[in-house]
């Protein structure tokens, strides 16, 4: 009898320890060799802006009109002028896209996007991104340009 209890414990043990593995590569989690880390910064004259990073594959679920809750979920963030603020993106193409926070709406949808820059980084990688005003409107550039 104690051998089987023990026999049944390490069979629950291996299976508990084979379902992890695959657990953390599952289709939409984002894993650590995956992601790309951006630390964006708020180099524009005052205003609060916020920032998303959408893969190229993701971008296929971001068709207009975008709820911000869906953007908050993949990573979309508000940067307070002056600030940065690392976010993770999927590895290979996409684009940044950046508003004016004024103009996203909790509990809204997205407007139409102020800026976007397309990127192509290796999964791993580690890069600036510098969010400016541009003409009334926002400017991005990966990487960071020294405007100051």
Do not use: H, W
């Not at 289709?27 to 992601?35: E, L, P």
């Not at 964006?40 to 207009?64: H, L, M, R, S, W």
């Not at 709406?105 to 990127?119: I, R, T, V």
Request: charged residues 15%; positive net charge.
């Amino acid at each position: 009898m104690i051998r089987r209890v023990a026999m049944g414990l390490l069979a629950m043990g291996a299976l508990v320890l084979m379902a992890a593995p695959a657990q953390a590569g599952a289709s939409g989690v984002r894993g650590v060799k995956r992601t790309v880390s951006i630390k964006v910064f708020n180099d524009t004259e005052g205003e609060g802006i916020y920032v998303v990073g959408v893969g190229e594959k993701q971008a296929q679920g971001f068709q207009p009109p975008v709820p911000v809750k869906l953007a908050n979920q993949n990573g979309g963030v508000y940067i307070a002028p002056g600030n940065s603020k690392t976010i993770l993106v999927p590895g290979g193409k996409g684009a940044l896209v950046a508003f004016f926070a004024g103009d996203v709406q909790k509990g809204g949808l997205l407007p139409e996007p102020e800026a976007e820059a397309f990127y192509n980084l290796a999964p791993g990688s580690k890069t600036t991104a510098g969010v400016f005003t541009d003409n009334g409107g926002l400017g991005i550039s990966i990487p960071r340009m020294n405007l100051k």
